[in-house]
Structure formats: structure tokens, C-alpha cells
């Protein structure tokens, strides 16, 4: 395991060829877990198409490489990167929404993220506020940490929001994704949107 813990503090990701090398997690990774790889349809893709329809509303980014993609894309006084607390966006997100109901109140999280927090999307679809719209992106891993894969890639996380009262998309590339950001703009919410991206090819500039 210190072998594991080295290659994380040089910041390698653990790809399927290392962690064979070293032994470990081999049942868990080939029991259906991908390890993803670059492609085009990215994080920082995904936000800067989502940021055309945003406007000034606030947004509420989840820990991790998705603020850093969101503050180097479009940073602005209204965005609020939640650093240091896994999983908490989608519930600092309620609360803003529902002492902000006539501003559109956008979260961006991640499968990590929520997966830490399922127990929020409950709350969010009990509480059923009309100005929230819920955007997980969703690569199969915490990329942030060095590409563990998550269980995203068996759950479909979009189905729990469906039965939690949201209203629940799944899209897969950037059409898909530019015309369920023109429907919603006259549905009200909850609206959960999950978004499947791909590996990031690049890293976004911390958040300062």
C-alpha cells in the first residue's frame, strides 16, 4: 500500500495496468468498474456549453477538478466553489434555492460527490424547490484523487433522482446536452441532469 500512497502524492493516476502490477483491487476493477480514458466530450466542454444558458444565476460547484473546470471556464461573482466538504453542493444548493426563489439556482456535482450524499437528493425532491437544477457529471471515477473508479458505472444515478421527485435526464455529448438546456428553460424543477463526460486531457488552474 505505500507504493499506492506514493504514486498518489506524485499526483499518476492508477491506471488498470498499474494496479494489476501492484496487486490490488484487481476482483473489484474487473467486476465491471471501467477506468475511462481521454476523449472529446470533456468536463470543461460540458460547463462552458452549460455556462450559455446560465446567465448571472448562481452556481454551487462541488469540491474537486469541477470547480477548478468551472473557475477556469467562467469564473464570476456569483459562483460559489465549495471547497474542503465532499458532497455537500447539492445541500448548500437547496438552501440557497429556497431563500432565493426567484433566482434559478444551479449546482454542478460529480458521481463521487453525490454518491457521498445520496440522502440529499430525498431532501431535495421532499423540499421540491422549482428553482433548482441539479447537474452531475459523471466520468465513473474521483478523478480528483487520482482515478479510483466510482459505482456510477452500475447505478444509474439518475434514476434515484427520478424517484426522488426530480425531474431526471441522462445525456451522453454536447447535442444532446444543448437541447435539454433549451427544454428546461420552461420546466420547473427539481430538474437532475446527469452528464456523461469523459476524462479530463488537461488540468484546470486551482481555484485562488
Known amino acids: 500500500m505505500s507504493q499506492v500512497r506514493e504514486l498518489l502524492t506524485e499526483k499518476h493516476e492508477l491506471?488498470?495496468?498499474?494496479?494489476?502490477?501492484?496487486?490490488?483491487?484487481?476482483?473489484?476493477?474487473?467486476?465491471?468498474?471501467?477506468?475511462?480514458?481521454?476523449?472529446?466530450?470533456e468536463a470543461v466542454k460540458?460547463?462552458?456549453?452549460?455556462?450559455?444558458?446560465?446567465?448571472?444565476?448562481?452556481?454551487?460547484?462541488?469540491?474537486?477538478?469541477?470547480?477548478?473546470?468551472?473557475?477556469g471556464v467562467g469564473d464570476k461573482n456569483s459562483n460559489f466553489y465549495m471547497i474542503g466538504s465532499m458532497g455537500l453542493a447539492s445541500s448548500i444548493s437547496l438552501g440557497v434555492a429556497l431563500e432565493n426563489p426567484k433566482k434559478r439556482i444551479f449546482v454542478f456535482d460529480g458521481d463521487g460527490n453525490i454518491l457521498m450524499n445520496l440522502g440529499?437528493?430525498?431532501?431535495?425532491?421532499?423540499?421540491?424547490?422549482?428553482?433548482?437544477?441539479?447537474?452531475?457529471?459523471?466520468?465513473?471515477?474521483?478523478?480528483?484523487?487520482?482515478g479510483q473508479p466510482t459505482n456510477s458505472s452500475l447505478i444509474h444515478l439518475e434514476q434515484i433522482a427520478k424517484v426522488s421527485r426530480y425531474k431526471a435526464f441522462r445525456i451522453k455529448n454536447i447535442s444532446e446536452l444543448?437541447?435539454?438546456?433549451?427544454?428546461i428553460k420552461n420546466l420547473k424543477g427539481p430538474?437532475?441532469?446527469?452528464?456523461?463526460?469523459?476524462?479530463?486531457?488537461s488540468l484546470s488552474n486551482r481555484v485562488d
Open 46 to 71: 460540458a460547463i462552458s456549453k452549460i455556462l450559455e444558458h446560465t446567465g448571472e444565476n448562481p452556481i454551487i460547484s462541488a469540491n474537486g477538478f469541477i470547480s477548478r473546470d468551472l473557475f
Open 120 to 146: 440529499s437528493l430525498a431532501t431535495i425532491g421532499s423540499n421540491s424547490p422549482k428553482n433548482l437544477v441539479h447537474i452531475v457529471f459523471d466520468n465513473n471515477k474521483h478523478e480528483s484523487t487520482g
Open 15 to 41: 491506471s488498470l495496468e498499474m494496479i494489476k502490477n501492484l496487486g490490488i483491487g484487481i476482483d473489484i476493477i474487473e467486476a465491471g468498474f471501467p477506468i475511462a480514458s481521454p476523449g472529446d466530450f
Open 178 to 183: 444543448e437541447k435539454i438546456l433549451k427544454k
Open 191 to 201: 430538474i437532475f441532469i446527469l452528464v456523461k463526460i469523459d476524462k479530463s486531457k
